[in-house]
């Protein structure tokens, strides 16, 4: 690492001290809180699960048994570990310490412990095996759990979002067609409502018009769940699911398993999960009436929707405006609503077509992701970064709207940034490696969209692929694997736990929050693109201060090797003061700023008046 990096990283330490220490003091009141927009947040994105454990009276979730029956396993990455929300609530300090304004949830729902085939079992610990929508997963606490943390968040002037789930359930229906492997998906077009078990079955169903029509009426016609398979649930766990109504077969498509292609993505089942039929009108007004529900028991501030692009359009079109408008009658007008449109390519067209045709008033940034990932770890060029300011357009509410848009480095699915600088570069040392996990941090915390952090990369987690590969324990970890990798930043391992708030990244991105939260342009101004690059090298653009309208500079470089250039800027501008990294104090002339970056180094240039 180069003299101003080091320099930068000593001056972090500092700042994210004094942010640690002031951070009781300066905790914004509720009314405040409620008063901030989406775009004005930095969230952290946690599994409670592996986060940390604050009451090991609940690790088996109240259930007896082995790991079979109780899900828990802490040696396993596939089993619950014991993480819970006493144990997150107890770790709030270090995530305001490191400068995040709003908390993700993985979801908090009581879900089926285990499930799968014999031999490939493994447990609900992520959340997203439903059983009881309505209440709070032992394994994690009690209902009053989760509304302390809420409170305590609150009182820190810190938002929640909770994680959703409206596409599926637990896997408890099974198909007496296939009872012992996996069901093949099965079309509308070969096995239709009207018939049962293919287009030339017994005639059932009489008068359903399809899932188009939309009417109370004509769902009232669909009474026979066994067009395409006969759903069967075992004995045990025929009333298992909450609220009642989702223990009726008819509420599911019944069609066996997703081959992700076509109607299956929106009508099969994931990989056996219970999927849901989200185009019944009681199915709709249901899911509403659920997630109403949370808003009045916990007053938790917006929803990141799970697998939204698996639900039918109409279905959101239904659903968004009615819980926003509810949570604005409960003193929530900002309720911030995300979906998840998963997509590995830099593709804003897909993900602007579901705030066009859905109504999401916001995604996560996929193609953020990818172009940042991409030009951060040195596997590509700049040009995509340089486009995403056009392509903005695309999105419902054009380019205001995308500020609004989640941004990211890596998820719980994906996988880890760290671990795709690992796949782009994996002859680089540890202390490129380090600049490039700081670079890449820094482009999420400046660039347009709502900074999402993902637990652990802070310290350095990596990881060795995605999913339960991306999993790792915040608290000291008994998983083998977890514990063989090698951290970014540090001698560690996840065998002790990683709650450091002295790691490198850590320090780094404490500061960088805390200059997007002090900076309006970083979190509400419009974006200039000012420089790109058709290999690694110069990326700069100016966020518009949307009150003053002065801009700040904001220039990376991606290249291994320091670099100077002139920069477009507005001649207006009357000289910058540096809000990090080295910026020149005066233009060398009107509307031309010289700027030199380290190697992975950036600078955040803050015009004066």
């Not at 399809?210 to 769902?219: C, E, I, Q």
């Not at 007008?333 to 045709?357: C, M």
């Not at 782009?424 to 202390?431: D, E, H, R, T, V």
Request: hydrophobic share 40%; charged share 20%.
């Amino acid at each position: 690492m180069g003299r101003t990096a080091t320099t930068f990283l000593v001056t972090a330490a500092g700042m994210a001290a004094a942010l640690i220490g002031a951070t009781g003091a300066q905790a914004d009141t509720l009314s405040d809180l409620r008063a901030r927009g989406p775009e004005q947040e930095i969230v952290y994105f946690v599994l409670p699960d592996r986060f940390a454990n604050g009451d090991p009276k609940n690790d088996r979730g109240g259930l007896k048994g082995g790991p079979l029956q109780t899900g828990y396993d802490p040696t396993s990455r596939a089993f619950y570990h014991g993480g819970d929300l006493k144990g997150l609530t107890a770790k709030l300090d270090y995530i305001q310490g490191l400068g995040a304004t709003a908390i993700w949830l993985a979801p908090v729902f009581k879900n089926k412990p285990v499930q799968g085939a014999k031999g490939q079992e493994s447990a609900g610990y992520h959340g997203y095996w439903v059983t009881d929508f309505t209440t709070v997963d032992p394994h994690f606490g009690t209902d009053a759990d989760f509304k302390a943390l809420v409170d305590a968040a609150h009182k820190r002037g810190m938002k929640v979002y909770m994680d959703i789930i409206a596409n599926h359930t637990a896997d408890v229906i099974q198909y007496r067609e296939s009872p012992t492997s996996a069901a093949p998906y099965r079309s509308t077009a070969d096995y239709p409502w009207s018939r049962r078990g293919g287009a030339a079955g017994q005639p059932i169903n009489r008068g359903f018009a399809g899932d188009r029509d939309d009417s109370t009426a004509n769902w009232a016609r669909l009474t026979d769940p066994s067009f395409a398979y006969t759903p069967v649930v075992p004995k045990g766990e025929k009333a298992v699911k909450v609220p009642a109504w989702l223990n009726d077969s008819i509420y599911y498509h019944n069609r066996g398993d997703t081959d992700w292609k076509g109607e299956s993505a929106q009508y099969g089942d994931f990989v056996g999960l219970d999927d849901i039929a989200t185009e019944d009108p009681r199915v709709v007004a249901g899911f509403i009436a659920i997630y109403k529900g949370w808003i009045d028991r916990f007053g938790i501030d917006g929803y990141r929707i799970d697998t939204a692009k698996h639900v039918d359009a109409a279905f959101w079109r239904a659903f968004i405006p009615a819980i926003r408008a509810h949570a604005a009658a409960k003193g929530i007008p900002h309720f911030h609503i995300f979906g998840e449109v998963a997509t590995d390519a830099y593709d804003p067209a897909l993900l602007a077509s579901w705030t066009r045709n859905a109504g999401f008033p916001a995604v996560l940034d996929f193609a953020f992701m990818r172009a940042a990932v991409d030009a951060a770890s040195g596997k590509s060029d700049t040009e995509m970064l340089a486009r995403l300011g056009d392509d903005d357009a695309l999105y419902e509410g054009g380019k205001a709207a995308a500020l609004q848009l989640p941004t990211f480095l890596g998820n719980h699915d994906a996988g880890r940034f760290a671990f795709f600088l690992r796949q782009a570069q994996p002859g680089m040392n540890a202390q490129e490696e380090l600049a490039r996990a700081i670079l890449g941090h820094a482009m999420l915390l400046t660039l347009r969209g709502v900074p999402t952090l993902y637990y652990g990369d802070e310290q350095g987690f990596a990881g060795i692929g995605n999913d339960q590969q991306a999993r790792q324990d915040m608290f000291a970890s008994r998983v083998a694997e977890y514990n063989a990798d090698r951290l970014v930043g540090t001698s560690a391992t996840t065998a002790t736990d990683s709650f450091n708030p002295d790691h490198p990244l850590y320090r780094a991105i404490a500061a960088l929050a805390k200059v997007r939260r002090d900076t309006p342009a970083l979190s509400r101004g419009a974006t200039l693109l000012r420089v790109g690059s058709d290999k690694p090298g110069l990326f700069a653009v100016s966020r518009i201060d949307p009150d003053t309208r002065r801009e700040v500079l904001v220039a990376f470089n991606t290249s291994a090797a320091p670099l100077s250039g002139h920069i477009a800027v507005d001649p207006a501008s009357g000289g910058f003061t540096s809000l990090a990294g080295a910026c020149p104090t005066a233009q060398q002339a009107p509307g031309s700023l010289a700027l030199s970056l380290p190697a992975f180094g950036y600078a955040i240039c803050a015009a004066k008046p």
